[in-house]
């Protein structure tokens, strides 16, 4: 199974801009990178997935590298809800699916 | 609400006690599966199924079984619990396919003493 690498932590600012990288180099064809975000306390919540290209959804978008060896989440502007474990993985279209999520990256947003 | 629905929310087993952690969506989605998550970790596979009838292992299915006889429910069953067995346990459903997100429960936690 494809795996992905997450920094184990990272800050940012409140209202400024944060640039989530997620390095997933033996992705196959049919990989989806998706990304997910988990509150304390609660279950994970979907944030936004993507195959090829780019993708923008209310919540935030999301970079692909050329190669797709490589993804970005962007939040545009990171409020202290935006604090959280943020998790990517690489889901195959169809199938068997056996996904597994790392430890994912702890986001701390400071006043 | 359409959703994914855990339940109990909160238990506390004995060694040796058996149990069922119920899982339900509303949503008609084929895939379904169960993640644990110990301390400080990520999610970790236990056992997952793509439809009615179908179910397969993950990363740690033992002490852990499954059936799926209908779309919308997917049990968890604990043979006999054990103390390494005490987490948080999520299920997830989805569509097959995988162009969409997964929708998570919000969770069972599970104590054994």
């Known amino acids: 199974d494809a795996k992905t690498t997450q920094p184990n932590s990272m800050e940012s600012n409140e209202e400024e801009p944060v640039h989530l990288p997620c390095n997933h180099s033996?992705?196959?064809?049919?990989?989806?990178i998706h990304w997910y975000r988990q509150l304390p306390s609660q279950g994970p919540e979907y944030v936004i997935h993507g195959l090829t290209s780019n993708v923008n959804n209310r919540m935030a978008s999301l970079a692909i590298a050329e190669d797709r060896k490589s993804s970005t989440l962007i939040l545009h502007r990171a409020t202290l809800r935006d604090a959280a474990v943020y998790y990517c993985i690489l889901r195959p279209s169809g199938g068997y699916q056996k996904v597994t999520f790392g430890t994912g990256t702890k986001l701390q947003v400071i006043p | 609400n359409a959703g994914v629905t855990q339940t109990p929310k909160f238990q506390v087993l004995k060694t040796g006690q058996s149990m069922t952690l119920q899982c339900a969506q509303d949503m008609n989605h084929e895939y379904m599966s169960w993640y644990r998550q110990d301390p400080g970790m990520g999610l970790r596979l236990i056992h997952y199924s793509v439809g009615a009838g179908i179910t397969d292992q993950g990363e740690v299915p033992n002490g852990y079984n499954v059936s799926r006889s209908t779309t919308e429910d997917f049990p968890l069953r604990l043979l006999s619990a054990a103390p390494s067995q005490t987490s948080v346990y999520f299920c997830?459903?989805?569509?097959?396919?995988?162009?969409?997100?997964?929708?998570f429960g919000s969770g069972t936690r599970l104590t054994v003493v």
């Open positions: 033996t992705i196959s064809g049919t990989d989806y």
């Open positions: 997830a459903s989805s569509y097959v396919a995988g162009v969409d997100g997964y929708t």
